[in-house]
């Protein structure tokens, strides 16, 4: 019952679903745009041929990217999500009763209502808070004004299509500007296993743009990489000091992150260590 | 160039790696046993299509099953590794130079050949101090002297074939009884995600027989599961409590494990934290 989807990695390596029925498909503007109904995973978004999330343990990335800065940015009143068209990384956000506003810059609207439609724990979610923007995140981004985020999250695809430009000194510095001066951005960073140069390249370029960068790892079980990285960018934020009453709130809900996670995910490997210095 | 060599996992979801050529392949009187050239991950060894350890990334596994324990327990003088033919455990085994004496007992002597033969960065190393022998792991923890090792690991693959009978409560009391009584014994647990229910049912029945049980995880990406853990079971062993010196000696060549890893790997998922209590 059911085909194999797979997903190759520079023809080296490749990671397959068993998938019983396509719940939609389409092609926007900007790439193709599928949901599949995995059999292990359940429903999966997959844009152009690359598995993105999964109502099974889309979890982990959305945690993992949103807690870290939303538990020790000193404020967290005013959110700017570039990219997280799912839904996953607005709904982390809105758990925290001090978000006021939250503005979400998606690119492809396909991918905003095809997961409202088909994955049931993602989809945008419904909150007067929350303003989405179909549009360019690199423009939003390099007119929005300055000082005007307490925290801003980069949740883009890899860099291939319309994500490839938020990989880049330009876009990191416009985010950096759209900061109060101790707000925080926050973004995926690859995997420092599978994608050990494109991590390493990222945060490299991070680095030349803020002061304080810092990453954490954990499991992103889709992405057949063993471990992905989230890295927080600030002029100082003290990483490790996590605010106890929101994160008591999210531990909750929360399936993986807590407050030891938190503590033991900034960790560098030992040859991570010797690389990043 | 080269064909795709996949592992299934209950026929939902399967990993795959592009492999260039067989290096070693032989039925030997318990199993299937390959070395193949995997693109990717270099000398690959697959039993009954398993896969089984990389030369690329089995640093991730034999640090983690092995640095814990041997930087951790009292004492380290006499250890017992049940299975680690492929010789990754062994090694890291003995950079401890407080051990005296390693025994070794695997049921497969193809595998120990084929590895030696075939994967540079393992194969069981040359060493006086490694008694090598080829043997029933069960039978030899049922009868071997009661108190006569110090740490005594698990290191076999997951419960199907030859290594059916390790994953139960009488060899765990057995391996138990091998123990001097501030001995630890450290096993490989399986995935928490992946395969939760086999992990699950490991740590429940190590806890049946072992009064203190903590469970410690990391990569280990030949598993494609996301996630891996190693378990580690005594009486009383203050697991955080790490030998500094052994650890500087440990830090200087290994490429995962460090003190800041170590302190970090046992946070558990808010999920487990539920489960395990």
């Not at 041929?49 to 109502?55: D, N, R």
């Not at 997280?84 to 939250?102: K, M, N, P």
């Not at 973004?187 to 960068?213: H, N």
Request: aromatic share 10%; proline share 5%.
């Amino acid at each position: 019952m059911g085909y194999w989807y797979d997903e190759e990695y520079e023809g080296k390596t490749r990671y397959g679903m068993k998938v019983r029925s396509v719940l939609f498909e389409g092609r926007s503007p900007f790439q193709k745009v599928e949901i599949v109904d995995s059999i292990h995973y359940g429903p999966t978004l997959v844009i152009d041929g690359v598995f993105m999330t999964s109502e099974r343990e889309e979890h982990f990335y959305h945690e993992m990217l949103v807690q870290p800065a939303m538990t020790t940015a000193p404020r967290i009143g005013r959110v700017l999500i570039v990219g997280g068209g799912d839904g996953g990384t607005a709904r982390e956000t809105l758990r925290h009763e001090e978000v006021e506003s939250v503005t979400l810059v998606e690119i492809d609207e396909m991918v905003v209502e095809a997961c409202r439609a088909h994955m049931p724990t993602l989809g945008l979610p419904k909150d007067d808070r929350l303003e989405v923007v179909i549009g360019d995140g690199i423009d939003y981004a390099a007119r929005a004004a300055e000082g005007s985020y307490d925290v801003v999250f980069l949740d883009g695809c890899d860099p291939v299509g319309p994500s490839e430009g938020l990989f880049n000194v330009e876009f990191y510095r416009s985010c950096r500007r759209l900061l109060t001066p101790d707000g925080v951005f926050a973004a995926q960073t690859a995997s420092p296993i599978l994608l050990e140069d494109l991590f390493l390249a990222t945060v490299r370029a991070l680095r030349e743009v803020f002061p304080k960068v810092v990453t954490c790892f954990g499991p992103a079980p889709l992405y057949a990489s063993d471990q992905w990285s989230w890295t927080l960018c600030s002029n100082d934020l003290d990483h490790l000091a996590v605010d106890d009453a929101r994160a008591r709130r999210v531990e909750e809900v929360s399936k993986y992150w807590n407050r030891e996670i938190h503590a033991g995910a900034f960790a560098l490997s030992n040859e991570l260590k010797k690389t990043l210095g």
